[in-house]
């Protein structure tokens, strides 16, 4: 059975309880309720940490064994060198989410740091951005 994390950064543990207009009114969990029953013969594995250092180490620990990640880094994706570099550093191939269009937004979320060490980049879908993460990962 392949095994794919999914792991959310800073302030995503507040989905669907602010700023609905932007990150829609659903929270993660029950989303992540909704992906397992999509994914039955797929491990998923659900991490959220405010913290950078808890981001590494989780990415550390499953990067070394598992078969994808599916990561929505928030905001540290535009400062966070070091998270970067944790992609590189495993073999787990990963996939880079944001659930708004950061194109579309303020000029400092147009950089990523962790895009480049990604298969790819998911941006605007929404939650769905998660689900068609995962869809790619377990096709490789
Ligand atoms: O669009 C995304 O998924 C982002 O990663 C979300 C980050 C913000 C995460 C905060 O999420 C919240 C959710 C609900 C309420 C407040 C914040 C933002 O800094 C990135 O530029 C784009």
Known sequence: MKQILVINGPNLNLLGKREPGIY??????????????????VHLTYFQS???????DKIH?????????VINAGAYTHTSVALGDALS????????????????????????????????VIVGM???????GIRYLVSL
Not at 50 to 56: D, K, R, S, T
């Open 24 to 41: 829609g009114s659903q929270s993660f969990e029950a989303y992540f309720e909704t992906l397992q029953a999509t994914f039955p013969d």
């Open 50 to 56: 405010n913290h950078e250092g808890a981001l590494l």
């Open 61 to 69: 620990e499953f990067g070394f064994v598992g078969d994808g990640i």
């Open 89 to 120: 550093a495993v073999p787990a191939p990963a996939v880079e989410v944001h659930i708004s269009n950061v194109h579309a937004r303020e000029a400092f979320r147009h950089h990523s740091y962790l895009s480049a060490k990604c298969k790819g």
């Open 126 to 132: 929404g939650l769905m951005g998660y689900e068609l």
